[in-house]
């Protein structure tokens, strides 16, 4: 039965292109695992980026593991010990390190999966020397490790680009010597900065149930609080996919990062503040990566946290289409929003694009300081019509802070206004305009002003998502998608929680019961993380790390938010030290 499995992975490799092979004689190896599909792996720039450099390693060959497809799910759930890699089919078993590449919250129950179907041990306390070492790294878990700490021999905080040399140059001594397992973490966690060693780091609780503190070990020698790492991009190639596979859903893309933050200041967005400082790749290096892509495929994605802020987007856009490259862009801001990328998107046969107002009202914009005019986004609407672009998608939240029924009603009218914009320019067309709402659940997270709020709570979302859909039901050429309220609850409690949590995890992913039986189990109630206001003096579980943001400087932008008073962006030529990560 398990020939199966191996079928499906030779099959994906027959597929790719840019697939790394390295033999396992005298080197380490790393299982890097995506917990989530093949197809959604993939279409990871960081899982790729990740698996490239640590291939670069001469010492080190990487194989990648994902999630079972749903129809081998049972089959390997019946064969434990089974979860192969794509490369050589091997076990995970077999590897000295299984490597977890995490970008969302609610793949941490297939993280716990991952670990009974490949026979490891759960807990890292119950690990010997017969299993490999497990650690997780990406944003998911560098914004907030501690629901997976008790999964975790060690943790990667930051950006791979500066940790990755650091990390293996402590880690292959380590191998030479054989040190015994707590050991070895303890002296990367000791010797390498980034590295967190959740093991060795205890926590208390005061009387109410409130964080008091996570410290480290008596005599641990190990620091206070773990340090983020930041890369150096002007360093090192950017970012770009490794391996290009008809089966990822990005299929025949090549994705090229073209800079990393966003200093634009949106009090909702984790990226715009764990990722400052705001780093550009050069157009150069950016062209020189675009001619080295591992396929002939004529698509290129852009990939940004703010893609129209690039000071050299234009340049790029007219050389790219000058090459016969077709583009495409993982976010566009409806201002600025230049004739360049407009030419772009044409010359590419973009039918689709999608723009993110967030919030329907100018009073909530202020609030989350999206800092955009109603007038702007229906320019905007407008200008891409105008260039053919006659399927829209717009990206808003319910639930944000001091959100009323007002604020929605806003949002209807701008819909209504963008439609009608949209098919006064496409009279006439073949096809008329279309505009499509993705409505989606504002989750709390973590480095962000909005750390202190709570979530809005899943009857108020589901309320609010019909009230919507009510309201434009019968408009024509506007569709609604609300997304489940009930997986940004998840969201949040995977996002705000600490270790107590990890018995909800375990009993998810380890027993296979449901989301609502695992919370009930638990002596711990989920809505003391999701639904509870913070206070101001409150020790956050992620504030194990540092990263250089200034609490009292997101303490007055959430009382700004309050107040609906705007921030300025970032200055574009640095400097500033407001939010103190310059400074740091």
């Excluded at 149930?209 to 340090?227: C, D, M, N, T």
């Excluded at 609407?381 to 319910?398: H, S």
Aim: contains cysteine.
């Amino acid at each position: 039965m398990l020939a199966k499995l191996v079928r499906r992975q030779r099959m994906w490799l027959a597929n790719e292109r840019g697939t790394l092979r390295k033999d396992w004689r005298g080197r380490v190896a790393i299982a890097l695992a995506f917990p989530n599909r093949y197809a959604v792996g993939m279409s990871n720039l960081g899982l790729q980026t990740v698996y490239g450099a640590l291939n670069g390693l001469d010492g080190v060959v990487c194989e990648r593991v994902f999630h079972p497809e749903p129809e081998d799910l049972d089959l390997v759930r019946e064969n434990p010990g089974q979860l192969l890699s794509v490369e050589s089919q091997r076990p995970v078993r077999d590897f000295d390190l299984l490597f977890f590449s995490v970008s969302f919250e609610n793949d941490y129950p297939n993280l716990v999966e991952m670990l009974v179907l490949g026979g490891v041990p759960v807990r890292s306390e119950d690990r010997s020397a017969d299993h490999p070492f497990v650690a997780a790294g990406g944003v998911a878990v560098f914004l907030n490790p501690e629901p997976l700490a008790r999964f975790m021999d060690f943790i990667f905080v930051g950006e791979s680009e500066g940790l990755i040399e650091d990390f293996w140059e402590v880690w292959s001594e380590l191998r030479v010597k054989s040190l015994p397992r707590r050991d070895a973490v303890l002296t990367l966690g000791r010797n390498v900065s980034g590295i967190y060693v959740p093991s060795f780091y205890r926590e208390s609780y005061d009387d109410r149930g409130f964080l008091r503190e996570i410290a480290p070990a008596q005599k641990s020698e190990l620091p206070e609080r773990v340090r983020y790492r930041r890369a150096d991009l002007s360093k090192s190639k950017p970012c770009a996919s490794i391996v290009e596979t008809p089966h990822a859903e990005f299929s025949q893309v090549t994705l090229v990062e073209i800079g990393r933050g966003c200093g634009q200041g949106c009090r909702f967005c984790a990226a715009g503040f764990i990722y400052r400082p705001v780093r550009h790749v050069s157009l150069k290096a950016l062209e020189e990566r675009v001619e080295a892509r591992p396929g002939p495929g004529s698509r290129v994605g852009l990939v940004s946290a703010a893609v129209s802020d690039h000071p050299e987007i234009s340049p790029l856009c007219e050389s790219l289409i000058a090459r016969g490259l077709e583009l495409s862009f993982s976010s566009l801001r409806v201002e600025p929003l230049s004739a360049a990328i407009l030419d772009a998107l044409m010359a590419s046969g973009h039918k689709a694009v999608a723009i993110a107002p967030e919030a329907g009202s100018e009073r909530l914009r202020r609030v989350i300081n999206k800092r955009i005019t109603s007038e702007a986004i229906l320019d905007a609407a407008e200008r891409l019509t105008e260039k053919g672009i006659l399927q829209l998608k717009l990206y808003f939240m319910i639930g944000l802070p001091t959100e009323t029924l007002d604020d929605l009603d806003e949002m209807v009218d701008m819909v209504k206004a963008i439609k009608h914009r949209v098919l006064s320019r496409s009279r006439g067309r073949k096809q008329m305009g279309t505009i499509t709402l993705s409505i989606n659940s504002f989750v709390p997270k973590p480095f962000t002003p909005f750390q202190w709020t709570s979530f809005a709570g899943v009857s108020t979302l589901k309320e609010r998502g019909r009230w919507i859909q009510n309201a434009l039901r019968r408009v024509p050429n506007v569709k609604v998608h609300v997304d489940l309220p009930k997986w940004a609850y998840v969201q949040a409690l995977m996002s705000r929680g600490d270790r107590r949590i990890a018995d909800v995890l375990e009993s998810i992913g380890a027993e296979r019961i449901p989301w609502s039986q695992a919370m009930k189990r638990s002596p711990h109630n989920a809505d003391f993380w999701v639904m509870r206001e913070r206070e101001e003096a409150e020790v956050f579980p992620w504030e194990i790390i540092e990263t250089g943001l200034k609490r009292s400087y997101l303490w007055q932008e959430f009382q700004r938010a309050l107040q609906g008073k705007e921030s300025p962006a970032c200055p574009p030529e640095g400097g500033c030290t407001r939010c103190g990560v310059c400074l740091d």
